[in-house]
């Protein structure tokens, strides 16, 4: 059975995870990643860990529709991401994926304020204002309520990451997904990120899965599945 949409007492919507019979190869036909099930339920934590190599962000990939796998289907609530087109796919992460990524992937030539609320200039007009209105409010809650106009080129590491997850969180995705969120960053702008990260499963029924080799996160998240040339070879709970 398929997890489906759950919704939390303000109204706000999350979405579950359902993987089947999932195969993701190397363009030569190499196996990359090989998850025969996996069920995440609406509002949960997990993190994925494992050596380099793993296929831990192939996973990730895939989960986002970045990836098409080559069999297998991705639920996230009743749709089935695998089986949608590019631009439908597209869609689905512009409307209901938040993504993270460890190199922040920020243009330096915007403010802080542009950067976070990026996903405003692909929007329809009547959502461009609610984007950004939702950006500055995540940027204010993440400490840089201050810092919106400063061009990126002037950010400290921890800056940039608050930053990324401002315009991950811009569009109120269902879901988050990371890929090596603390990785560059000192220990103290890693655990502050970390208690903003664990928050927002609990916010309105969000879904949040981190490929990580960070133990503090790792520590902080409901569930660890440990992956091993492209396989999930361990899956316990926080």
Do not use: C
């Amino acid at each position: 059975m398929r997890p489906t949409r759950v919704r939390d007492a303000a109204g706000h919507t999350g979405l579950g995870l359902s993987v089947a019979g999932l195969e993701i190869r190397a363009p030569d036909g190499r196996p990359l990643v090989s998850v025969g099930a996996l069920l995440v339920p609406a509002g949960s934590s997990v993190a994925i860990r494992g050596p380099s190599g793993a296929g831990k962000s192939t996973l990730l990939h895939a989960l986002s529709g970045l990836v098409q796998p080559a069999t297998g289907r991705i639920f996230w609530g009743d749709t089935d991401i695998s089986r949608l087109s590019d631009a439908a796919r597209t869609r689905f992460r512009r409307d209901h994926v938040g993504l993270i990524f460890q190199d922040f992937l920020l243009f330096e030539e915007l403010g802080g304020l542009d950067n976070a609320a990026l996903a405003a200039s692909f929007a329809p007009a009547a959502r461009r204002m609610d984007l950004r209105q939702r950006a500055d409010a995540w940027l204010e809650r993440l400490g840089l309520g201050q810092i919106g106009l400063r061009r990126v080129d002037s950010f400290s590491g921890g800056e940039r990451q608050r930053i990324a997850v401002a315009r991950a969180m811009s569009n109120d995705p269902a879901v988050i997904l990371a890929d090596e969120p603390t990785a560059s960053l000192d220990r103290a702008s890693a655990n502050r990120l970390i208690d903003d990260l664990a928050a927002l499963p609990q916010e309105a029924g969000r879904t949040l899965i981190a490929v990580t080799h960070d133990p503090a996160l790792v520590a902080r998240l409901d569930r660890v599945l440990t992956m091993a040339e492209g396989r999930i070879v361990e899956d316990s709970h926080g």
